[in-house]
């Protein structure tokens, strides 16, 4: 049996699978966390990869590397880390996105540059807060890459960094339309240019490991789990992990100067139009703590309230929000009563609330005219019981979740496979029958209460 490897560097913890490179079968698997915090060296993450490979991969002929999105990771001269890496998830450069996004033009510039408007999370905004609060870090750094490319250089021993189309299209400074780097907007950011990893092909080969394995160009975490997937046009992917989610695969690039949906490409050659959350599996683990329960608890309280959660409604914006561009916001819970302020309704609101901001991605995906005929559930979260019976009301779409499996990791050993096997296409591996599927259903006054809730709040 040929072996390849997939390993998923996401925010909280890194997971690696070893399958079987004809079936795409899971052999074996391990993982180790990532510390908390929204900065963090990348040593970390070689750790963790470390740790979760030890003897993991003998016999594995090939691996890849799919990578949390976004994270500033800087270099010097000699190739040394200059400072720890600014994550997704790290809000600082909101002022940096608005003065961006105005200095182009607006929105609308932005959305035809690169496919997306800026936020506090792309790459191109933490560059800009780089340059203007730690000059002395800024004037060390040589280049800048992603958590993946710069993982993928470490396992591969290259030369030069390598990153792909997926991941490259989170930055802010590469264009998905025309495939190439903005090297204009990168140094309006920074003010100056700095080394940016060469986008490989695919399923170009861009290096071994030290036991042999021919390493493969990795990619994001979104646009793993939509090849380990094989996800297809029609459908729709919601992860609920750190993130929340929600993407379909299209042959054309886009281009949304409402911000909501990011243009990505994905990692075939086809792209992957996005909208990200930043609060999601993390929200019920609070809401769970904040109860005194754990999170089956939380799954019993949440499924033993009433659809709509007596009126209640949890804005979960608890580390900032990224859709709706609310990057200060805090959360907030709405309409409570002596009557309905009962620990299950609190938890049912948590579930629906983090759903709630999923469903407005949805909804700005299908209204930009992409089609959406079922959804599927995958990340962590999506093993809540609660998230299962909400799920449908909530997005209003058949809900499917496939057999509980890392599907990031799979869709980069996925990648390996094909690479090993320099094909046209990537290997066929099936998913194998979901382990839950539910109908659309509908909720009376959930959607409107939540978006007064967001109005009266924050004005969006
Ligand atoms: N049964 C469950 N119910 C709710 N949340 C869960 C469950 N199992 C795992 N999670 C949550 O999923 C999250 C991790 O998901 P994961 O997709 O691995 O995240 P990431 O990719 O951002 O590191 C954690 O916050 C964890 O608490
Ligand atoms: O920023 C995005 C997508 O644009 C996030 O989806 C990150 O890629 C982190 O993913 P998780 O670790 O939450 O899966």
Redesign the pocket.
């Known amino acids: 049996m040929s072996l390849v490897a997939g390993i998923d560097s996401?925010?909280?913890?890194c997971k690696i699978v070893v399958c079987d490179a004809a079936t795409g079968a899971v052999v074996r698997e391990a993982r180790a966390p990532h510390p908390d915090g929204t900065e963090v060296h990348p040593s970390a993450w070689w750790e963790a990869l470390t740790e979760a490979a030890d003897g993991l991969l003998d016999g594995v002929e090939a691996v890849a590397v799919a990578g949390q999105q976004h994270g500033m990771v800087t270099v010097d001269d000699a190739g040394e880390i200059v400072r720890p890496a600014l994550l997704w998830n790290d809000t600082r450069s909101a002022g940096a996105s608005t003065d961006l996004t105005t200095e182009l033009g607006g929105p609308q510039a932005w959305a035809e540059a690169v496919g997306t408007v800026p936020t506090a999370s792309l790459t191109v905004t933490k560059l800009r807060w780089l340059a203007e609060h730690e000059p002395g870090e800024a004037g060390r750094t040589r280049g800048v890459m992603l958590p993946h490319d710069w993982l993928t250089w470490k396992l591969s021993g290259s030369e030069e960094p390598t990153t792909d189309r997926g991941d490259a299209s989170g930055t802010g400074y590469w264009d998905p339309a025309t495939g190439s780097y903005r090297p204009d907007l990168l140094e309006r950011a920074f003010g100056r240019r700095l080394d940016v990893p060469r986008v490989a092909s695919p399923t170009e080969a861009v290096g071994r490991t030290p036991g042999g394995a021919l390493v493969a160009p990795g990619t994001g975490?979104n646009m793993g789990s939509a090849l380990g997937l094989g996800l297809r046009p029609g459908d729709a992917v919601i992860s609920l992990?750190?993130?929340g989610t929600v993407f379909a695969v299209g042959d054309r690039p886009s281009h949304d100067p409402k911000g909501e949906i990011c243009g990505f490409a994905d990692a075939t050659g086809r792209y992957l139009p996005l909208v990200c959350t930043l609060n999601a599996?993390?929200v019920?683990?609070a809401t769970a703590a904040m109860l005194g329960t754990d999170?089956a608890g939380l799954?019993r309280l949440a499924t033993d309230a009433e659809p709509g959660a007596g009126g209640i409604v949890l804005l979960p914006y608890l580390d900032g929000e990224r859709t709706p561009d609310l990057p200060g916001a805090a959360g907030s819970l709405h309409h409570l009563t002596r009557a309905n302020m009962r620990p299950e309704n609190i938890a049912r609101a948590a579930v629906e609330g983090m759903l709630l901001g999923l469903a407005d991605g949805l909804s700005a995906l299908t209204d930009s005219g992409i089609p959406v005929g079922r959804v599927q559930l995958v990340?962590?979260?999506a093993?809540?019981e609660a998230?299962r019976a909400v799920a449908p009301a909530v997005l209003g779409a058949r809900v499917e979740v496939p057999p509980p499996a890392e599907y990031v990791a799979i869709g980069a050993a996925r990648q390996a496979a094909w690479t090993l096997a320099g094909t046209e296409e990537p290997p066929e591996w099936s998913v194998g029958e979901p382990e839950f599927t539910a109908e659309a259903q509908e909720v009376d006054g959930l959607h409107e209460r939540y978006a007064q809730a967001r109005r009266d709040t924050h004005g969006v």
């Open positions: 996401s925010t909280q913890s975490d992990g750190t993130s599996a993390r019920l683990d999170l799954d990340g962590g979260a093993r809540s998230v």
